[in-house]
């Protein structure tokens, strides 16, 4: 079966440090990848996703993620922080079986700290 | 832009009680999807339908159902609300042409006392 694993729950970053959350699947065959931003007591919006037309995948407010078939990795970085990224950031992958289906990772939630 | 909509942000309801949350999609989707958030779970998905009339368990269905009766709504019912029922209810659609991107409502945050 796929999963999503997430490592840390908690990651706390310096302003303008860089931010790193990482992200592994298990897949057999390269999926769609997506990352989503959910803000206190709001949904989840689209970060950027991956789906198979290049590896280095440029989101919204400076977000990118390099898909790494190899090490089945799709990290999130962002070069400097800033205290709106504030939120919890989930991972998600498509499931391969053609359900339409997401397999979620468990989130991390970002601070920030001044 | 996709905009899903839910029908209530925050509701409480008591145990026992038959609760209706509904979710509006104006995009045309097939797809449609229930979760529920809790923390240090992730979110779970509870339903989802490929098209009207249609229904699929997710991995956690028990205590709930759906309905979808038009291809824009998709309604989640609790048929006798308990107190482990309480949590931040997503609801989502997504196009199958789409790389299956889904899009997300605001959610609804349910206390049941």
């Known amino acids: 079966a796929q999963s999503v694993t997430q490592l840390g729950s908690h990651v706390s970053v310096s302003e303008g440090a860089l931010v790193l959350l990482r992200c592994n699947y298990s897949s057999s065959v390269p999926p769609y990848l997506f990352w989503y931003v959910q803000y206190p007591n709001q949904g989840l919006q689209l970060l950027l996703k991956y789906t198979s037309a290049a590896t280095l995948v440029k989101g919204i407010n400076g977000f990118e993620a390099e898909f790494k078939k190899s090490e089945t990795s799709f990290h999130l970085t962002k070069p400097s922080a800033h205290m709106s990224d504030a939120a919890e950031y989930f991972c998600a992958v498509g499931d391969t079986s053609g359900t339409y289906k997401y397999i979620f990772g468990t989130g991390t939630r970002l601070k920030v700290l001044a | 832009d996709v905009k899903v909509t839910q029908s209530s942000r925050y509701l409480v309801k008591r145990t026992g009680e038959k609760v209706f949350l509904e979710c509006v999609q104006d995009?045309?989707?097939?797809?449609m999807f229930w979760y529920r958030q809790d923390p240090g779970l992730g979110l779970r998905l509870i339903y989802f339908?490929?098209?009207?009339?249609?229904?699929e368990k997710g991995d956690i269905p028990e205590g709930y159902s759906v309905s979808r009766e038009k291809k824009e709504r998709f309604s989640l019912i609790l048929e006798s609300a308990s107190t482990n029922q309480t949590s931040m209810y997503l609801c989502?659609?997504?196009?199958?042409?789409?790389?299956?991107?889904?899009?997300f409502g605001p959610g609804t945050r349910l206390t049941v006392l």
């Open positions: 989502a659609s997504s196009n199958s042409g789409d790389s299956d991107t889904q899009y």
């Open positions: 995009m045309d989707h097939e797809n």
């Open positions: 339908s490929y098209d009207v009339k249609m229904k």
